[in-house]
């Protein structure tokens, strides 16, 4: 497994030079967004597409 250090220097070598601060700052948070998803997939920390429609619908309704 990389060490977050190893994984930003992957991610910079990946954007492009023209890259500011606000968008790396932007993919390092996607990145970790993912990971955490994954992550709690790994574990079968999920919730069902049908239960997923049957939430954002009852959201969408208010």
Known sequence: MKTAKEEVRDLLEKLPDSASLDDIQYHIYVCQKIQKG?????????IS????????????EK
């Not at 994954?38 to 999920?46: F, N, P």
């Open 49 to 60: 597409q049908e239960e997923a429609e049957r939430r954002m619908a009852r959201w969408l």
């Open 38 to 46: 994954l992550d709690a997939a790994e574990r079968g920390e999920v």
